[in-house]
C-alpha cells in the first residue's frame, strides 16, 4: 500500500525534476526552488552522505562474511556464530579493512562516471537476482523437507486482526520510506544522466516495483530457511535484522542439504548477494554527494576522491567505538555497535525532511504559477482557481511531458497534497512520541545519546549551517549537465533568471571571485568559532560516558565524576577517585590531544585574519595553510576521542558513551567543514570540463 501512497509518488517526483533540472540536489533545489533553498539541496545531500558514513561500515561487515563463507569459516561443528560476530565487531583493524575496501570498491566504480556506473549496476543487479533466486531455490527445498512451507506460509499468511494495531502500518510506512530510497535524492542524481524521451514515470514503478520484488524474495528466502531448521522461528526473526543476518542465517545455512557443499553454496551465494545489495547502495550514496561537486565546476575525479576519502574518515567512529556486550544491551553476550545505532538514530529520520522539501518544492511551483495566472488574469483567485491550476501544475508542466507511456492523473496530485503531509506528520509524531512514551525524563537530557534533545540538537546545528552557508552556495557558477539533444526550457522556474545556472562548457561571463572577498573568511572563521565551542563543550563537560539506574546516575569526564542520587548531585575529580586510575590517564590524555586541536583550530583563526583582514606580511602564508591547520585541528579531535576510548579500562562497567564525546566529534567535523569551504568557495577555480 505505501509503495503507491509514498515511495512511488516520491520518485516520480524526483525523476521530473531532476530531468528537467539537469543537476544534482542542491542545483535542483536552487533551479526550482530559487537561491534560497539550495540549502534544503545542501540537507538532501549530506542526509544521504551521512548515512554512507556508516553504512559503508555496516557494507563491510557483509563482504566479511561472503569471505567467511566461501572459506568455510562458518561452517563445521565447533564453529559459533556468535563467537565469530563478536571477534570480527571486537577487532577494528579487521572492520576498518573491510570498510577501506567497501569504499575501495565504489570509488573504482564510479570514478568514469554514468556509464561506468551503469555498467557495474547491471552487472551486480543481474548477479543478486541470479543469487537471490539461488539462494531461494536452495531455501524453499529446506522447507519442503518435512511436508509442509511453515516459512512461506508464515509470509503470506495474513493475519487480519493485526491490521487494526496502528504500529503495523507505521512500521510499514517507515519500510516502505527507507527501502526505496524516495526523498533521499538518488533519482534525482541518476535522472540527470536520462535521455530527452526517457520514460520517468514507468522508471518509477519499475524501481518501486523491481525494490519491493528483491524484498519479498529475500524475505522469503530467510524465512523458509529460518523455519525449515529452527527450533523456535519465532524468536529467531524478532531479533532484530543484524542478528538474523550475522548470527542465525549462517546457522540455518550450515544445514542446507547437500551437506558441506550445499552449506557452502547457501552461504556464498546470500552474503554475496547481500554484498552486491550494500554495494549499489554505496555506489548512489557516494555519486550523489559528488553530483553535487561537478555541478559547482569540480572535476570529477577530485570530487570522488574527496567523498570517498570523507566517507572512509567519518565512518571510522562507527567502525571503532562504542561497540559493547555489555549485559544491559546486550543480554545474551553479542557484540552491538552501539555508537553505529546512534548515528542511524540521529540521522536515519532526517530523510523525512529531505522528502518534505521534495514536496514543499512542487506546492511552491504550483503556488506561483497560480499566483502569476492570476496577475496576468488567466487564472481564478481564491481557493478554486488555486485548486484548478496550482495543484497540478507541476504535473502538468514536468511529468506528463508527452515523453511517458503512463499518464499520470489526479491520483498524484492528492497524494503529494495531502497523503503525503499526513503521513510525514505520522511517522515524525509516532517516532517523537514513542521516544518520549518510554525514555522517561532522561530523554529530553542532552546527554542521553539515544534522547530526543540530541537529535533535534544535531539537526539544528546542521541546518542552521546550511543556511548560513547558503549566501556563499549560490554565488557559485552552478552547471547543468544536459546530454546533447536533451535541451529543456528553464524559464518559467527561478533558476531561468540566475545569471549563473548554466551549462556544461560554458563559461561565467562578469562573475568573479570578487562577489564578496570577504565572505569565505568570515564562514571559516565562524564555523572554527563553532568547533571550539564545541570542543570547549566537550572539554569540561562531565558526560563521555554515563551511566544510570532509576534516580542514580554516574557521569564520566575527562577530569571529573558526577554523581547523581534523587537531588543530590556531587562532582569529584577522577584523580581523588579510588581505583579510577586508568580512567583518570585516559581522561588526561584525551584532554591533552583535545587542547591541542583547539590550539590549531586558533591557529586557524588566527592565520585567516592576518591574510585576509589586516595588512601584515607573513612570508609564504596563503590559504593552503590555513586549511591544512584546519583539517589537522578536526583530525585531532576525532583522534582525542578514539585515543580516550581506547585507553579506558578493558573491564569498564560503563555501557554509554555519552553526548559531550559525541560532541568532541562534531567539532572535529566542523573544523574539518572549515578547510572545505575554503576549497569550495575557490571562484577562482572554476571546471568547465564535459560531466
Not at 238 to 245: F, K, M, P
Not at 262 to 278: N, R
Not at 378 to 387: C, I, N, R, T
Request: proline content about 3%; overall charge negative.
Amino acid at each position: 500500500f505505501f509503495l503507491f501512497a509514498w515511495s512511488i509518488p516520491l520518485v516520480i517526483a524526483e525523476f521530473a525534476l531532476g530531468k528537467r533540472s539537469r543537476t544534482g540536489t542542491i542545483g535542483t533545489f536552487r533551479i526550482f526552488a530559487g537561491k534560497n533553498f539550495a540549502w534544503m539541496g545542501l540537507w538532501t545531500a549530506w542526509i544521504s552522505t551521512a548515512i554512507g558514513f556508516y553504512y559503508a561500515v555496516v557494507a563491510g561487515w557483509c563482504l566479511k562474511y561472503f569471505q567467511l563463507g566461501i572459506s568455510n569459516g562458518l561452517t563445521g561443528e565447533n564453529v559459533d556464530t556468535q563467537q565469530v560476530w563478536n571477534e570480527f565487531l571486537l577487532s577494528p583493524g579487521t572492520v576498518i579493512l573491510f570498510q577501506f575496501l567497501v569504499i575501495a570498491i565504489t570509488l573504482l566504480a564510479i570514478w568514469k562516471g554514468a556509464k561506468a556506473i551503469e555498467k557495474v549496476n547491471v552487472v551486480l543487479m543481474v548477479s543478486l537476482f541470479v543469487l537471490l533466486f539461488m539462494s531461494l531455490g536452495l531455501s524453499l527445498y529446506m522447507d519442503m523437507e518435512d511436508g509442509s512451507l511453515d516459512g512461506f506460509l508464515f509470509m503470506f499468511t495474513v493475519k487480519w486482526s493485526s491490521l487494526s494495531d496502528p504500529a503495523i502500518w507505521i512500521n510499514g510506512l517507515s519500510q516502505s520510506a527507507w527501502s526505496c530510497s524516495a526523498g533521499m535524492g538518488m533519482a534525482i542524481t541518476y535522472s540527470v544522466y536520462m535521455r530527452k524521451d526517457e520514460d520517468t514515470t514507468l522508471n518509477a514503478f519499475t524501481m518501486g516495483l523491481a525494490n519491493n520484488s528483491i524484498s519479498i524474495i529475500a524475505g522469503l528466502t530467510v524465512l523458509s530457511a529460518i523455519f525449515a531448521v529452527s527450533e523456535n522461528p519465532l524468536d529467531t526473526v524478532t531479533n532484530g535484522s543484524s542478528a538474523i543476518t550475522f548470527l542465525a542465517l549462517p546457522e540455518v545455512f550450515a544445514q542446507a542439504p547437500g551437506g558441506s557443499i550445499g552449506a557452502w553454496v547457501m552461504m556464498t551465494g546470500f552474503f554475496l548477494a547481500l554484498s552486491f545489495a550494500a554495494l549499489t547502495s554505496m555506489i548512489s550514496t557516494v555519486e550523489l554527494c559528488v553530483r553535487n561537486f561537478v555541478d559547482h565546476g569540480y572535476e570529477r575525479e577530485k570530487s570522488v576522491l574527496l567523498t570517498s576519502i570523507a566517507i572512509f574518515i567519518f565512518g571510522l567512529p562507527s567502525a571503532l567505538l562504542w561497540v559493547t556486550t555489555s549485559k544491559e544491551y546486550s543480554p545474551d553476550g553479542t557484540a552491538l555497535p552501539l555508537f553505529l545505532e546512534v548515528q542511524d538514530h540521529i540521522w536515519g529520520y532526517g530523510l523525512m525532511f529531505s522528502g518534505l522539501f521534495i514536496a514543499f518544492t512542487i506546492w511552491k511551483y504550483g503556488y506561483s504559477k497560480w499566483q502569476a495566472q492570476v496577475e496576468a488574469g488567466e487564472a481564478a483567485p481564491g481557493l478554486k482557481g488555486y485548486l484548478g491550476v496550482g495543484v497540478s501544475a507541476f504535473r502538468d508542466d514536468f511529468i506528463n511531458t508527452g515523453d511517458n507511456d503512463i499518464w499520470i492523473g489526479r491520483w498524484w496530485d492528492v497524494l503529494l497534497y495531502l497523503a503525503f503531509p499526513f503521513l510525514f506528520s505520522v511517522l515524525i509524531i509516532s517516532y517523537f512520541g514513542d521516544m518520549i512514551a518510554s525514555g522517561g525524563a532522561e530523554v529530553w537530557d542532552p546527554s542521553n545519546p539515544k534522547g530526543v534533545t540530541i537529535i533535534l540538537l544535531f539537526w539544528g546545528i546542521v541546518a542552521g549551517g546550511f543556511i548560513i552557508f547558503n549566501r556563499a552556495l549560490v554565488q557559485r557558477p552552478l552547471f547543468r549537465n544536459v546530454p546533447e539533444g536533451a535541451e529543456v526550457d528553464i524559464s518559467m522556474l527561478p533558476g531561468g533568471s540566475d545569471d549563473l545556472v548554466m551549462t556544461v562548457g560554458d563559461t561565467p561571463e562578469n562573475w568573479s571571485n570578487e562577489l564578496d572577498p570577504k565572505l569565505k573568511p568570515k564562514l571559516i572563521i565562524g564555523t572554527l568559532l563553532l568547533s571550539i565551542v564545541l570542543a570547549m563543550m566537550a572539554q569540561f563537560g562531565n558526560s563521555w560516558l554515563s551511566e544510570s539506574e532509576g534516580d542514580f546516575s554516574v557521569n564520566v569526564g575527562l577530569s571529573d565524576v558526577e554523581i547523581s542520587d534523587d537531588d543530590e548531585t556531587a562532582t569529584i575529580s577522577l584523580d581523588e577517585f579510588p581505583g579510577w586510575d586508568d580512567y583518570d590517564s585516559a581522561g588526561g590524555t584525551g584532554s591533552v590531544i583535545l587542547w591541542i586541536a583547539v590550539a590549531f583550530a586558533s591557529l586557524s583563526i588566527l592565520l585567516t585574519i592576518l591574510h585576509h583582514f589586516t595588512s601584515i606580511e607573513v612570508p609564504k602564508l596563503n590559504d593552503n595553510y590555513i586549511d591544512i591547520a584546519c583539517l589537522v585541528s578536526g583530525f585531532v579531535m576525532m583522534i582525542s576521542v578514539i585515543v580516550w576510548y581506547t585507553l579506558l579500562p578493558d573491564d569498564t562497567e560503563f555501557s554509554d558513551i555519552g553526548s559531550t564525546a559525541i560532541i568532541a566529534m562534531i567539532a572535529g567535523l566542523f573544523s574539518m567543514l572549515a578547510a572545505g569551504i575554503g576549497r569550495f568557495i575557490d571562484y577562482s577555480s572554476v571546471e568547465t570540463v564535459e560531466s
